[in-house]
């Protein structure tokens, strides 16, 4: 069995612990180097070759910086490590012309670190970090005989073209200046504005500037201009964060129109409709987040879907989590029953250009009320008002309470 050891640096504090894990470890007492300090970050290097896996470090750190691994058998070899005691991901998928192609998975799993793989962002070192060789001919080299063979040779001589539209669309206005339809012209490689502009209700923000948009509108920004980019291979990194149900359904037809036209489409989605309206094939990774992550075999979406719904991979004898999830069905909870905690009158909020009314309400004792709705709607002020970030124009809040709020941005 392969074991791989993971330190999260941003965790491990050796001056506040000592080097509990050195101290303790019984390779070192032997006077093995099994973990020695790292001259430049003075944090510990645990060696995976002299490492027993007895545990007592993660047992020791005060901090749970350590995590000591045993990779399951189906993980095969590695494609990429970020260092030592760092993520290592097992595996790649292979992208089919024509269809779009869904990554299903935890956060920190390695779903964004196969993008930058297959974009060309990043050239695998298949494990061997210390000797990253960095160049293609050792990746085209490995993947002989199969499909990713051709896809980085021509990725590495230039003769495909990838688009990837990234998953931080929030960052966007750092880099990308001024109004949005000036954007959208630049990148418009396909002559498909007006299509893109319709579906994706792109109508009135063209005259506004990048920096004066919300998140849901710099999502589907993003999703234009990556669309109206010529390419062969798309990469889409979470396209439905910040957009509302038909957003998300709008952004579902204008991607799938690329795989409609011929190109290869991969997705990064972690909302199971979106992702089962918008892909042919799926394929779910597993591991440890943070640790290390295993890209399954392809699978039908509706197959692959209720896999990761039930936690078995039957393809690869692989339990991924420990319980299915479960859709629990509840009946309403009666309105009239329960002590109310809050209370608030009917509110009206008045920006001058928006106006939001809402009908006084109560708030129970262990109650969960969800604001459902199109993006723009109001949602926020709602929020906003009954947290007492926002005074109401009319009406009144109940102020006794305490309130944590989580804000959007
Ligand atoms: S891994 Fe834990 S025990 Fe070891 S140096 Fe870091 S904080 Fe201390
Ligand atoms: S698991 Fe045991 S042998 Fe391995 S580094 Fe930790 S303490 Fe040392």
């Given at each position: 069995m392969t074991r791989i050891s993971i330190l999260d640096k941003d965790r491990c504090q050796p001056k506040k612990c000592d080097?509990?894990?050195?101290?303790?470890c019984p390779g070192v007492r032997m006077d093995e180097d099994t973990i020695i300090i790292d001259e430049d970050t003075k944090k510990p290097l645990i060696s995976e070759e002299l490492c027993e896996g007895c545990g007592i470090c993660t047992n020791r750190c005060p901090f749970d910086a350590i995590t000591i691994i045993n990779l399951p058998e189906a993980a095969?070899?590695?494609?990429h490590r970020f260092g030592q005691n760092q993520f290592e991901l097992f595996g790649l998928p292979t992208l089919e012309e024509g269809t779009v192609l869904g990554l299903l998975g935890q956060n920190g799993i390695g779903k964004s670190t196969i993008m930058n793989i297959l974009s060309g962002n990043l050239i695998p070192n298949f494990g061997d970090f210390e000797n990253n060789p960095e160049n293609w001919d050792a990746v085209i080299d490995f993947y002989k005989g199969s499909s990713l063979q051709k896809y980085f040779k021509d990725l590495s001589e230039g003769k495909i073209k990838t688009v990837l539209k990234p998953q931080m669309v929030d960052q966007l206005p750092k880099v990308v200046k001024g109004k949005v339809k000036d954007l959208l012209n630049n990148v418009n490689e396909r002559d498909k504005l007006e299509f893109v502009t319709k579906e994706l209700q792109l109508e009135n923000v063209l005259d506004r500037k990048m920096e004066n948009l919300s998140g849901g509108e710099l999502q589907r920004v993003a999703i234009a201009a990556t669309v109206l980019r010529e390419g062969d291979f798309y990469y889409f990194d979470e396209p439905t964060s910040w957009l509302d149900v038909s957003q998300r359904l709008n952004a579902v037809k204008v991607i799938r129109s690329l795989a409609e036209e011929g190109k290869s489409v991969l997705v990064i989605e972690h909302?199971?409709?979106?992702?089962?309206?918008?892909?042919?094939?799926i394929?779910?990774?597993?591991g440890q987040p943070g640790g290390y992550g295993v890209v399954s075999g392809r699978k039908g979406v509706r197959?692959?879907?209720n896999a990761y719904i039930n936690g078995f991979l039957s393809e690869e004898n692989v339990r991924i989590r420990r319980n299915p999830i479960e859709f629990t069905i509840r009946p309403p909870t009666p309105e009239d029953e329960g002590d109310a905690l809050s209370s608030y009158s009917d509110l009206n909020k008045d920006y001058g250009g928006f106006k939001l009314t809402a009908d006084a309400g109560e708030i129970f004792y262990d109650e969960i009320v969800t604001a459902f709705g199109s993006n723009g709607i109001g949602k926020t002020t709602f929020a906003k008002l009954l947290a007492g970030v926002e005074e109401p124009t009319d009406g009144e809040v109940d102020s006794e309470v305490t309130i944590a709020y989580k804000p959007q941005y």
């Open positions: 080097y509990l894990c050195i101290n303790y095969g070899e590695p494609i909302d199971l409709a979106t992702l089962d309206a918008l892909s042919d094939n394929h779910i990774l597993y197959l692959g879907i």
